[in-house]
């Protein structure tokens, strides 16, 4: 279970606290997407919740232990991470990049036992990254990589997986493909998946719950269902020219609504 | 083959390879010593004078290139991985030049503050020489490494060149105010040389070259979750500040007593981890250890062969025969190799 009590996320000045007094808990098994626009603090959010980034107030607790006073080690074995940017990693193959995956459980030679192979294995086959498994990382295309990353968080078994963005660079197929094997990973394993994204409408049909970030260090949190009807996925995103319209379940140019 | 069998397969095939370039390096010469006498030669039986020849004239020579060789093949897989960079290593990032310069500034301090610090750097010369070399490495490598955030790869490369270049200017003048003292640390010392160092030098060229690679095999495996760039590396709970700075340190263990006695050793650090590369199949660190530290003594034992064979006159210096081998390598890795692809 995920559990923020009170948390404070942000920046020292000039952009100060970003989000404040996060009162939010995650049940196993939840598939979680976290939306909001731009500058909204998604990344911000995620990054403190991988222990990547110190929270500027409260505790975001990962079955009832602080994530920000866990040791490194600890944490990679509990928290895996997907982030937008796209890494370049000369020489690596695709199965040592997933291998990498199991590299919080190895011992100082980082040797892969019989059952951290099938693992790797295991993750390759789900995110469908096993037909290029023994070509060159830097020479897949951006889907491919996007899905070798998915296959090394998978296999490192984590309670967590946090993913920013990573649809980015995926087209619509893709998107529902990745979205979906990702809901599927923590129906079977229990595993905690958190993901932000800018696919609204994706978003609002696959996930269990929705984080919404208004943009104004509001975070509105239910199912998405709830979260239209209540009028919360218009206050986050309407503008003047684009309304969401709660009976269609999307965007209309405002002259039409 | 799997990696991990072509790792071990070229590992062992490297090492009976090193093994019988040394030998081969002990006999070959002005005089030639057949490779049984060698043997005998080597303990301490048979000719005298082969005795002599193979192990008080040619062992050193041997012992060093082979040290060097593999202290700068692991220094470039390390600063490969370290700045993430294809084209790194220390000679290429002007580190080389850095611990030239503390070395030539210490000797022309002794010199200018007076007979007794000359005296005394007479008697401490190995520690001195390379403690001197390590300042002037570990300060240019903090400064690379802070650049290396800034600029590209390439640019990188030319930046670490143009301080090797300029480096030499400032040696050059320096030298000359020093020279009364300097004597024998700066023969020959512009071009790289293992045929200066004596069996009494070889414990302190070869135990920091020891402790670094130590360090190197400590570091390896988080080094290789740094290939997927540093928040990739965190999240697997590497803590990254820690791993740069013991990396660094690892790499001024390994290059300054190289840099100290052999002077500028060039392209070994460079070329050296590619074909490590190329012979595993991988880029994950541990693997490529051996294989670069063997590949590296080779090159250098080949590199020091040639330029010791049995010539008319001597007319080819270490890094003229190194740059004959290794400049066309890096510029086929420049126009050529998919991991330079996008970094122009």
């Given amino acids: ?257 | 083959m799997s990696p991990a069998a072509r790792s071990s397969v070229g590992t062992i095939g490297l090492a009976l390879a090193v093994g019988a370039a040394a030998l081969f390096a002990l006999g070959w010469g002005m005089i030639a010593v057949p490779p049984g006498e060698v043997v005998a030669g080597l303990f301490g039986s048979g000719d005298p004078g082969n005795v002599q020849i193979v192990r008080e004239l040619r062992l050193p020579r041997v012992v060093t290139a082979i040290v060097a060789g593999a202290a700068l093949g692991i220094g470039g897989v390390l600063m490969q991985a370290l700045f993430r960079n294809p084209m790194a290593d220390a000679w290429s990032l002007g580190l080389t030049a850095g611990g030239q310069l503390g070395v030539a500034l210490l000797v022309t301090a002794a010199a200018f503050s007076g007979p007794a610090a000359i005296d005394f750097l007479r008697n401490f010369e190995g520690v001195s020489i390379t403690l001197g070399a390590m300042v002037g490495i570990g300060i240019f490598a903090l400064a690379m490494a802070a650049l290396a955030r800034r600029v590209g790869t390439v640019t990188l490369l030319v930046v670490g060149l143009m301080l090797g270049f300029t480096v030499q200017g400032i040696v050059s003048v320096v030298i000359h105010f020093a020279n009364r003292v300097g004597g024998r640390v700066f023969s020959g010392w512009n071009d790289g040389n293992f045929a200066s160092v004596t069996s009494a030098d070889l414990p302190m060229l070869i135990a920091p070259v020891i402790a670094g690679i130590l360090l190197a095999l400590h570091n390896a495996k988080p080094l290789t979750a740094l290939l997927l760039g540093e928040t990739y590396a965190k999240s697997l709970g590497t803590d990254v500040t820690r791993l740069r700075r013991l990396t660094l340190a690892a790499v001024v263990l390994l290059v300054a007593p190289i840099t100290a006695y052999c002077g500028p050793v060039t392209f070994v650090g460079l070329i050296v981890p590619h074909f490590a590369r190329a012979i595993a199949g991988t880029a994950r660190i541990l693997p490529l250890l051996p294989l670069a530290a063997l590949g590296g003594a080779l090159l250098a034992l080949a590199a020091d062969l040639v330029v010791h064979a049995p010539w008319e006159q001597h007319f080819l210096h270490l890094n003229a025969v190194l740059a004959l081998v290794g400049a066309p390598v890096v510029i086929a890795l420049l126009i050529f190799s998919p991991t330079m692809r996008g970094q122009r």
């Fill in chain 1, 1 to 257: 279970m995920l559990r923020l009590n009170d948390l404070s996320v942000g920046y020292g000045a000039p952009r100060g606290t970003v989000l404040a007094h996060l009162e939010v808990e995650v049940g196993p098994g939840s598939f979680v997407c976290v939306l909001g626009r731009n500058g909204a603090g998604k990344s911000t959010l995620l990054r403190t919740l991988s222990g990547l980034q110190a929270a500027l107030g409260g505790h975001a607790l990962l079955e009832a232990e602080d994530i920000a006073a866990m040791r490194p080690q600890t944490r990679a074995r509990r928290i895996a991470v997907v982030l937008t940017e796209r890494p370049a990693s000369p020489g690596l193959a695709v199965d040592d990049v997933v291998s990498l995956g199991r590299q919080p459980f190895t011992g100082w030679q980082g040797r892969l036992t019989a059952d951290d192979r099938a693992r790797v294995h295991t993750a390759l086959e789900m995110a469908g990254a096993q037909s290029f498994a023994t070509r060159l990382f830097d020479d897949l295309s951006d889907g491919e990589r996007q899905r070798v990353m998915i296959a090394r968080a998978v296999a490192q078994s984590p309670q967590l997986m946090v993913l920013d963005e990573i649809t980015a660079f995926l087209d619509l197929p893709g998107r529902v493909e990745v979205m979906a094997l990702l809901r599927a990973h923590a129906r079977r394993t229990g595993a905690i998946v958190l993901l932000s994204s800018h696919d609204l409408d994706l978003s609002l049909q696959l996930a269990d719950s929705v984080w919404l970030l208004d943009g104004r260090g509001g975070l509105a949190v239910g199912t998405p269902e709830t979260l239209i009807a209540d009028g919360h996925v218009g206050r986050a995103f309407d503008t003047n020219a684009v309304r969401f319209s709660p009976t269609l379940g999307r965007f209309d140019l405002a002259a039409q609504v």
